[in-house]
């Protein structure tokens, strides 16, 4: 009975393994810029590439690179948020405001690098049709600096981009990216290099969708630092307010992803140095415990299976014994009957197993030899004029 109750009650492992995991999380998440659980069985998207999971009716990322409360990208000191008050992009669509994601982390290496990501621009794309869009950007600088000015663009549809720089300003490299990179085009003044990036060696990415942080990372290993992030998933038009000479931080020794710190599974993730993890505390007794639930549910699915092919074999085995076989019948008796000239021979067998009377063979004679009567023809008569 033990058995049968477990496999008919799932959630109980999952309650447990729930319990669990907010037990081994200390982090603590405000109702702000959160995601509430999805429908009756508490969804969470993004499981395999988010780690989501649902706690106290909110999704909750452990995988790298995403932060825990908001499941938004973060890599190096890119805290993705969402509708920041700090965002240095303005996103709109035929005059209507975007939600915006963006990070003003002012983290410079090499390079002074600036990041716009869109899904589309002003052409709305459907399954197998992938219009090309237009997309005007537009930079309000102020503040100076010495190091190259560098402005990455990236979408996924197709897009035209028009790049207007203020007088004064150069722009030492634009670089363009996205899936539909090979049709997409950018143009503008004052820009002294255009770039297109290898898709998919270069991927794209608006904050949510795409693969953000694929390309921050690309950006903090080829330049040593990125500016700011601003992406929405439309827009026509893009403000970008750009304050040169005012960083926070200058990244002298370019960040390294080419290894990844071993964390446990329910833990939250470091997100600071991402390659030099702070210490992380193991739940030991709540693996434990989780594995051996997970270990008796199990064996007791395995039971019931054994025991469901156990009864169905007897099952078959007891209605094939009981039921009735015929006797085998011979034949008893065999008459010759004569009718219209043939001889018919008649085999009598004996009744059924149930009493009822068993139908008469009957053989025929090998053959049957009829004779036609003879037929006479008269002549015509002969022809007369």
Request: glycine share 8%; charged share 15%.
């Amino acid at each position: 009975m033990s058995g049968s109750y477990l496999v008919s009650s799932p959630n109980l492992f999952f309650l447990l393994l729930l319990i669990l995991v907010q037990r081994s999380s200390s982090q603590s998440c405000t109702n702000t810029d959160t995601r509430e659980c999805l429908g009756r069985f508490n969804y969470c998207s993004g499981s395999s590439r988010l780690g989501s999971t649902c706690v106290d009716s909110n999704c909750r990322c452990t995988s790298y690179y995403y932060d825990y409360c908001t499941c938004l990208p973060t890599v190096g000191g890119c805290h993705i948020a969402y509708n920041a008050d700090n965002a240095v992009g303005s996103p709109s669509h035929r005059g209507s405001i975007q939600t915006t994601y963006s990070c003003d982390v002012r983290e410079i290496g090499n390079s002074e690098v600036h990041v716009v990501g869109i899904y589309e621009g002003s052409r709305q794309s459907s399954f197998r049709y992938h219009p090309v869009g237009e997309v005007n950007v537009k930079l309000v600088v102020s503040g100076e600096s010495s190091l190259p000015l560098v402005l990455v663009i990236v979408a996924y549809e197709p897009i035209n981009w028009r790049v207007e720089v203020p007088s004064g300003v150069t722009v030492d490299r634009v670089l363009l990216g996205g899936y539909y990179v090979a049709n997409s085009a950018a143009s503008g003044s004052s820009i002294s290099a255009f770039e297109k990036l290898p898709y998919p060696t270069v991927p794209y990415g608006y904050g949510t969708g795409g693969n953000t942080v694929e390309l921050l990372k690309y950006l903090y290993r080829r330049f040593g630092g990125v500016a700011s992030f601003s992406g929405c998933y439309r827009a026509t038009d893009w403000t970008l307010r750009i304050d040169r000479g005012n960083y926070n931080n200058t990244l002298t020794t370019p960040l390294s992803f080419t290894t990844r710190p071993t964390l446990p599974r329910f833990t939250r993730r470091p997100t600071s140095q991402f390659d030099t993890p702070a210490s992380v505390s193991v739940n030991i007794p709540g693996i434990a415990i989780s594995l051996s639930v997970l270990a008796v549910m199990i064996c007791c699915v395995i039971g019931t299976w054994i025991s469901y092919s156990t009864r169905k074999r007897k099952t078959v085995a007891t209605s094939r014994a009981s039921r009735p076989v015929p006797p085998r019948t011979s034949p008893t008796a065999q008459t010759t009957v004569q009718e219209d000239g043939c001889t018919v021979t008649a085999t009598s067998l004996p009744p059924n197993y149930d009493g009822s009377e068993q139908i008469h063979i009957i053989e025929p004679p090998p053959y049957v030899v009829f004779k036609a009567p003879a037929v006479t023809q008269e002549a015509p008569p002969p022809y007369q004029e």
